[in-house]
């Protein structure tokens, strides 16, 4: 009984110690560098956000929300597609809703990203694919076979998230159940992949989400190693940035500027949070702020991205929200 209660006393006074240093690590910084944007969306001109996962901003400032609509995150996972709409496009500008689609598609919506030319891709968590749109919903490509999981290049286990470099490579985080990186050609056809398990440089533990720079560097969320790891476009690790500087990194954009926005969704079960974090090309945290709504309302980071104009987007996966920061 003795060495049980010791034991749980250990527990928590690690517990505490880790969360006193990570607030230690980040006290002082400046959380002025943004600003909420409490006027956007404009109205809710569409049925409410389900569990909002998925984020992205293409060139003409149209804002690409990924949700689920009534579904929520339980295991197992569901086989059957969702009715509702799960796509969102809103204006960047004032937040009015453009247009929506994706009645009938997903089983599990995740993460959404856009690449250079507008084109909309998303991964289902549910059906173990990776699709490609164009901004109206028009289905152009398909990767992973639907209903199958596996980690060869026909297959996918649970994908997270999409990125894209200037040479028209894609990049899939297969983060659920796999824990790697698979690279394609712009048409889809399989290059390369990297990542196992573990810990350690190029190894993986939920690779959750994934974003490209101009250098050519790859950043990935290691989400439960709490840490980004930065790799060039071949998958060769250069180097890792680690908590507390990006705490529990769910999500990753980078700016026009070079600069890199972490959404850190904290720790489940208790201690979840939405905290931006804006750090520079050295990996050096320059900002941050926490994005609440009310003391009744959980919060979840789960994604992030920047617009053409600066302006960053969060979506919440339990406060089913998204959010709209300004750069001051």
Not at 280 to 288: A, H, Q, Y
Request: with cysteine; hydrophobic share 35%.
């Amino acid at each position: 009984m003795n060495f049980l209660a010791n034991f749980w006393d250990n527990l928590f006074s690690a517990i505490c110690a880790s969360l006193m240093s990570v607030c230690a690590a980040d006290a002082g910084l400046p959380e002025h560098l943004f600003s909420i944007d409490r006027s956007w969306p404009e109205s809710e001109q569409h049925a409410p956000f389900g569990q909002a996962t998925g984020v992205g901003v293409d060139s003409l400032n149209r804002v690409f929300v990924f949700h689920r609509a009534g579904r929520e995150w339980r295991k197992p996972v569901p086989t059957e597609t969702i009715s509702a709409d799960t796509v969102y496009v809103l204006d960047g500008d004032r937040g009015t809703l453009l247009d929506s689609w994706g009645s009938g598609l997903f089983t599990m919506p995740h993460g959404l990203s856009v690449d250079t030319d507008n084109n909309i891709w998303v991964t289902d968590v549910g059906s173990h694919q990776v699709h490609k749109f164009t901004p109206d919903g028009k289905l152009l490509l398909t990767l992973g076979q639907s209903g199958e999981q596996g980690s060869d290049e026909f297959h996918f286990a649970q994908p997270t998230d999409v990125a894209f470099d200037d040479d028209g490579g894609v990049y899939v985080s297969d983060g659920y159940l796999n824990t790697r990186v698979v690279k394609f050609s712009k048409d889809g056809n399989f290059l390369f992949q990297w990542g196992t398990g573990g810990d350690g440089p190029g190894q993986f533990d939920l690779p959750h989400g994934i974003a490209t720079d101009k250098l050519g560097r790859v950043y990935v969320a290691d989400r439960s190693n709490s840490r980004i790891q930065v790799f060039s476009i071949d998958g060769e690790f250069m180097e890792e940035w680690k908590r507390p500087h990006v705490g529990r990194p769910y999500g990753v954009d980078v700016s026009p500027s070079g600069d890199v926005f972490v959404i850190d969704g904290g720790d489940q079960p208790f201690w979840t949070k939405t905290r931006v974090r804006k750090l520079d090309g050295e990996g050096t945290l320059t900002g941050l702020v926490d994005l609440v709504f009310d003391d009744a309302t959980p919060v979840l980071g789960h994604d992030i991205a920047i617009g053409p104009d600066g302006a960053i987007y969060v979506v919440d996966a339990w406060a089913n929200k998204v959010q709209k920061l300004l750069p001051n």
